[in-house]
């Protein structure tokens, strides 16, 4: 994965990003979509749903 300004961004730490906010979350249940405008509105990252599907789905989150 990447950032809009070209840096690489690992896995792991979008796998925290989002476990972090699953669980400092406010009760509402989000789906993967919501998921992936999250990740690109708020860290600019260049990524795609199915991915974050898949990042979802092997972290039983």
Not at 6 to 22: C, N, P, R
Request: proline share 0%.
């Amino acid at each position: 994965m990447w950032t809009v300004n070209g840096t690489k961004v690992a896995e792991g730490q979008v796998l925290e990003w989002l476990s972090a906010l699953i669980i400092a979350g406010d009760g509402q249940a989000y789906g993967y979509r919501k998921w992936t405008t999250w990740l690109r509105r708020e860290h600019g990252l260049i990524i795609n749903k199915k991915t974050v599907y898949r990042l979802l789905r092997s972290a039983d989150l």
